[in-house]
């Protein structure tokens, strides 16, 4: 399936350009949240930067739901390029190096350790503090470039990942260290999820 998003406690902007060819493709419902968004802006822009009143916005969402729809088009092919933007969590290290504390604690105290041998858990708590850092201090933008089919019944969805920048990188010491959990260009930057009418599948 096609998630609107994944992670919906974390500040980010993102912002879709998309270049519709031919009847378009399927996008799930959910996605008239973004037509709410850009019907917002654009009508924001037309009431000269004022603040639309409720009866504005009710109409609008009128317009929006007057002849709802499951997809945006019955069929064919969008191309799009897909810029994200993700803020980080947060930039107190006092709060960073505390977390980092406890994962260690919790990790070292743990009777039920997912890693057997002592130089997986070894690698495990040599990973901690990155992993740690990475998840509530990164800050990141990446460009994607997309492809989506539709027939009606089947999709394909293509994503490859054209750059991005991350403010955390793991230090030369760790880069081998599998245990790292942070974006993996090597299996990342493409990626293509399809669904046959039957079954999903993910390839990358």
């Known amino acids: 399936m096609l998630l609107a998003s994944q992670d919906a406690k974390l500040k980010k902007k993102s912002f879709f350009i998309g270049q519709i060819s031919g009847k378009g493709a399927i996008m799930k419902s959910k996605c008239i949240l973004l037509g709410v968004i850009i019907s917002l802006c654009v009508n924001c822009m037309a009431y000269a930067d004022r603040s639309l009143s409720r009866a504005e916005i009710l109409e609008i969402f009128q317009r929006l739901t007057n002849q709802p729809?499951?997809?945006?088009?019955?069929?064919?092919?969008?191309?799009?390029?897909?810029?994200?933007?993700?803020?980080?969590?947060?930039?107190?290290?006092?709060?960073?190096?505390?977390?980092?504390?406890?994962?260690?604690?919790?990790?070292?105290?743990?009777?039920?350790?997912?890693?057997?041998?002592?130089?997986?858990?070894?690698?495990?708590?040599?990973?901690?503090?990155?992993?740690?850092r990475y998840e509530l201090s990164n800050e990141y933008s990446m460009n994607s470039h997309m492809v989506i089919k539709y027939d009606g019944d089947r999709f394909f969805w293509e994503i490859n990942v054209n750059s991005r920048t991350d403010s955390v990188t793991a230090p030369a010491e760790i880069?081998?260290?599998f245990m790292t959990k942070q974006f993996n260009p090597d299996w990342n930057a493409g990626r293509t999820f399809v669904w046959d009418g039957k079954k999903y599948t993910f390839y990358c």
């Open 69 to 132: 729809s499951k997809t945006w088009i019955p069929a064919g092919t969008i191309e799009a390029v897909h810029d994200k933007y993700k803020a980080a969590k947060t930039t107190d290290q006092t709060q960073i190096e505390s977390q980092i504390s406890r994962e260690i604690e919790d990790y070292q105290n743990s009777t039920n350790k997912r890693e057997l041998t002592r130089q997986l858990q070894e690698m495990k708590l040599e990973a901690i503090p990155f992993n740690v």
């Open 175 to 177: 880069r081998g260290n």
